[in-house]
């Protein structure tokens, strides 16, 4: 199974950008889908971006389109996101995770099964 660590996390002014890295373990990096999730304290665990493994076709909800990139390298088993124009609203615990499916980037945590540690974005207004 797939091992993730999370890095990159930090405090930010709003208006201002963070890159995220999440570095995976293992030989099969490249036929994982890959996702970042973030949870804020008393809220659901909530998905912001998705890149599958196949094609590499992104995924984004509205509440960040347009302003946070998710990228991967598979040589070097990373997965990316750059969070630009951050808003005190994206303050939250970002965690990446590892999906078995390699075509379609699940917006349920269910759907993934191999998660990082989580590393803390805040962003002050």
């Known amino acids: 199974q797939v091992q993730l660590v999370e890095s990159g996390g930090g405090l930010v002014q709003a208006g201002g950008s963070l890159r995220l890295s999440c570095a995976a373990s293992?030989?099969?990096?490249?036929?994982?889908?890959m996702g970042w999730f973030r949870q804020a304290p008393g809220k659901e665990r909530e998905f912001v971006a998705g890149?599958?493994?196949?094609?590499?076709?992104?995924s984004y909800p509205d509440s960040v389109k347009g302003r946070f990139t998710i990228s991967r390298d598979n040589v070097k088993n990373t997965v990316y996101l750059q969070m630009n124009s951050l808003k005190a609203e994206d303050t939250a615990v970002y965690y990446c995770?590892?999906?078995?499916?390699?075509?379609?980037?699940?917006?349920?945590?269910?759907?993934?099964?191999?998660w990082g540690q989580g590393t803390q974005v805040t962003v002050s207004s």
């Open positions: 890149i599958t493994s196949s094609d590499t076709r992104t």
């Open positions: 293992g030989r099969t990096f490249s036929r994982y889908t």
């Open positions: 995770a590892a999906s078995p499916n390699m075509d379609y980037s699940y917006r349920s945590p269910t759907h993934y099964y191999a």
